[in-house]
């Protein structure tokens, strides 16, 4: 699986847009971008995923990248709530499970959103 | 729908007794992964089980630990004769197992091992 590089932590003020940027200039082509966070000592939590195309769902979006080198996972409307280690991991995906489908997790950004 | 259970929430041992920790994937979830969190640190692979089958045990210690899935049953981590070292959280994660796997992995909420 293709390595990730994020920054160690970000700060962010409540109600503003959140930005992580997540560094994979190894990716290859069949590997998605997914993201996880984890909001102190809860079970991870998945956010979202994408393989090229930006994707926007209830919790976040996605900002691929061209050459699929970098992405950019967006909070829209940050509360403290959000305050958690955001991961990113980019790996094949095996639409029937398996081991190929483990997450190795790194170190992640730890977003701490202000009042 | 629940999610993952796991339990217990949080458990406490003497050096040299035994854990056994205790994953309930979700309802319809085939395939149970194994994280072990250390203090201060990140999120480690241990091992992967599909019903009854150790698939992928690339993470876990040699000695002492082990884990099983049975046909009936909760997945169970198993660690024999525990040391301090092994104080962490333990968490479990179960997908789908069919063509409509996205790669999600769901999680529980962990399984905090205290050794005095």
């Known amino acids: 699986d293709a390595k990730t590089t994020q920054p160690t932590s970000m700060d962010c003020a409540e109600g503003r847009a959140a930005n992580l940027p997540c560094n994979h200039s190894?990716?290859?082509?069949?590997?998605?971008v997914y993201w996880y966070r984890q909001i102190h000592s809860q079970g991870p939590q998945y956010i979202i995923h994408?393989?090229?195309n930006n994707e926007t769902n209830e919790m976040a979006s996605l900002i691929i990248t061209e050459d699929r080198k970098s992405s950019t996972l967006i909070l829209p409307h940050a509360t403290l709530r959000d305050t958690a280690v955001y991961y990113c991991?980019?790996?094949?995906?095996?639409?029937?499970?398996?081991?190929?489908?483990?997450?190795?997790f790194g170190t992640g950004t730890l977003l701490a959103v202000q009042p | 729908n629940a999610g993952v259970m796991q339990n217990p929430r949080h458990l406490v041992r003497r050096r040299g007794q035994e854990a056994r920790l205790r994953c309930s994937p979700m309802?319809?979830?085939?395939?149970v992964y194994w994280y072990r969190q250390l203090p201060e640190e990140g999120l480690k692979f241990m091992v992967y089980l599909q019903k009854e089958n150790i698939i992928d045990e690339s993470g876990m210690p040699k000695e002492r630990f082990s884990a099983e899935f049975p046909k009936e049953g909760p997945s169970i981590l198993r660690i024999q004769q525990v040391v301090r070292g092994d104080s962490a959280a333990y968490f479990c994660?179960?997908?789908?197992?069919?063509?409509?796997?996205?790669?999600?992995?769901?999680f529980g909420e962990g399984s905090r091992l205290t050794v005095l």
């Open positions: 190894t990716i290859s082509g069949n590997e998605y």
């Open positions: 994408g393989l090229k």
């Open positions: 991991i980019v790996r094949v995906t095996s639409k029937y499970g398996g081991a190929t489908n483990k997450l190795i």
């Open positions: 309802k319809g979830h085939s395939h």
């Open positions: 994660a179960s997908s789908a197992s069919t063509g409509l796997n996205t790669g999600e992995l769901f």
